[in-house]
């Protein structure tokens, strides 16, 4: 074959810093809301708040880990997960990924609790994140916002110092400031159609022609 696809071809786009960061932040923040999570394909109905944060994962083995999730409602999405696995259309089951399985919750922990990555890499469809290295990949897959999120107690304490918050700078990332909300409220319908924008329009303007319905061509009409 002539001139082939070279195997070191570059697939990356280069994104600024400040860029990645603010889609992480978005993407926790979309996490916590529930039509967002379920607009996604998650099952939570049965699950008790959002963001949904347990004091301890860090258990001993897998059978144990599914019990605490099975206790906080996560059992629905687990069995959505589960029946999701089929095998892959196409050539591309032949290159080395032959299921395709849908995305199950993420479960954030600390450094200090190693055990729940070994507990929860054997559960289909969870996943596992350190709360200081957290992946927009993993937090929007497929570039959709309201992944589930499943926070121990410790990890969620961390958030403030990895974020910081619109006024204190975080202490892990250099020169990071959350983005500010322009906008107290982001119904925008609501504001236009409020009293107070309302009164201080103008009254709506409309077209009247000077000659009537059609403009007569004074160069061909004797009238």
């Avoid at 319908?189 to 022609?209: C, E, F, G, P, Y």
């Amino acid at each position: 074959m002539f001139a082939p696809l070279k195997i070191w071809r570059k697939w990356h786009a280069k994104c600024n810093v400040q860029q990645r960061r603010a889609a992480v932040a978005s993407a926790i923040a979309a996490s916590a809301c529930t039509p967002l999570v379920m607009a996604r394909g998650h099952h939570v109905e049965n699950v008790p708040e959002f963001p949904l944060v347990i004091d301890n994962l860090a258990l001993p083995n897998t059978k144990s880990m599914l019990n605490a999730l099975l206790n906080f409602g996560v059992g629905d999405d687990l069995s959505k997960v589960r029946k999701s696995k089929k095998v892959k259309t196409g050539t591309g089951k032949y290159r080395n990924s032959r299921y395709v399985m849908r995305k199950g919750p993420l479960i954030i922990y600390d450094n200090e609790e190693d055990g729940v990555k070994q507990a929860a890499r054997n559960l289909p469809g969870v996943e596992t994140c350190n709360v200081h290295r957290l992946n927009i990949l993993q937090l929007a897959p497929g570039g959709h916002l309201g992944r589930f999120l499943i926070f121990t107690k410790k990890a969620f304490k961390s958030l403030h110092g990895v974020f910081g918050s619109t006024r204190a700078p975080s202490t892990e990332k250099s020169g990071w400031t959350l983005n500010r909300p322009m906008m107290a409220c982001a119904d925008l319908a609501r504001i236009i159609n409020s009293d107070q924008v309302q009164s201080k329009l103008r009254a709506t303007r409309t077209s009247v022609r000077m000659h009537g319905k059609t403009k007569k061509n004074p160069l061909t009409n004797k009238a």
